[in-house]
């Protein structure tokens, strides 16, 4: 392992520089476990959704415009000369359409320019990726290691409730998930951390070596892992507890579908062999709100 380096880049926050930072130091040929988790984080890190950030900028050039045609106004009512004593003063027309250009700028300027920035962070990150012998639009290329059990419960709810389309055949492809698998909601038929799970991953890292001979795997690429959010994240405290409330919430929400929406009456409508476990889903599904509630709290 040779010293590592530090580079300034005007592309990135001080949260990517850190990321950018730490596995930097590692310039092998390939990253460990937790070195990998760390360069998905901050490749994933700098793809926030498009879409969003520019209503976002569009809705800071529009409270801009009102705010400086607000001053203006009240300006030219303060100092500016009267035609008419006790009457308002008419802004001249120059004054609102350069307050409309300044906001139109601010928006679509500040818009383009972290447009500009993420990209390349994002292709400094890929680069990172690379170098560790990854493949930054094939995350699960060499299986899905780097996927926590509780992000890829998360991901195999969410792909139990998309219709038909190319988001879950997008789904299908990178994940190996199918409709037939051994997962299932309304009781959840696996948990984290079990021999359950393992076997699960297996089944769907088989699934991806077949569907590899079927053709190319779909890239996932800065677009797409910002609309959708599908790269690997690292595995922290709260992210492991936001991750188990999707699946355990997706879980209880079948399980009223199907028995019932009160829960105290499960006794007489939830099979025998699965009741304790759907009072298993129900309860934990409290205590991780009660959790992540705490953890809001704390911060």
């Not at 460990?32 to 050039?61: D, H, K, N, Q």
């Not at 309304?186 to 699960?200: A, I, K």
């Not at 699965?274 to 298993?280: C, E, G, Y």
């Amino acid at each position: 392992m040779s010293a590592f380096r530090v580079r300034d880049h005007p592309a990135r926050t001080r949260g990517q520089g850190y990321t950018l930072w730490s596995v930097e130091k590692f310039q092998t040929a390939s990253f460990g476990i937790e070195e990998e988790r760390i360069a998905w984080e901050g490749l994933a890190s700098t793809c926030s959704s498009p879409v969003r950030r520019l209503g976002a900028f569009l809705l800071l050039g529009f409270t801009t415009f009102i705010a400086t045609t607000t001053v203006v106004a009240l300006f030219y009512n303060l100092f500016g000369a009267r035609s008419v004593e006790s009457q308002g003063v008419a802004v001249p027309p120059e004054a609102f359409y350069a307050a409309m250009f300044f906001s139109l700028a601010l928006g679509v300027g500040g818009y383009l320019l972290w447009l500009l920035k993420s990209l390349r962070s994002y292709d400094a990150f890929s680069r990172v990726l690379r170098r560790g012998g990854l493949y930054p639009k094939q995350p699960t290329f060499k299986g899905l290691t780097a996927y926590s059990d509780e992000q890829l419960l998360a991901l195999r709810s969410r792909y139990e409730n998309l219709k038909d389309g190319h988001l879950k055949r997008l789904f299908e492809t990178t994940f190996g998930f199918q409709a037939d698998d051994s997962f299932s909601l309304g009781p959840l038929s696996v948990l984290p951390e079990t021999f359950e799970m393992d076997s699960l991953r297996v089944e769907w890292e088989a699934n991806l070596i077949l569907s590899s001979e079927e053709g190319p795997r779909p890239e996932i690429g800065w677009w797409t892992e910002g609309r959708h959010g599908l790269l690997p994240r690292k595995p922290d405290e709260v992210r492991k507890l936001a991750y188990s409330l999707r699946y355990t919430e997706d879980s209880v929400r079948a399980l009223k579908r199907r028995y019932g929406y009160r829960a105290d009456h499960w006794h007489a409508t939830v099979p025998e062999g699965k009741l304790w476990d759907a009072v298993r889903d129900y309860e934990d599904a409290r205590r991780l709100q009660a959790a992540l509630h705490r953890r809001s709290r704390v911060r």
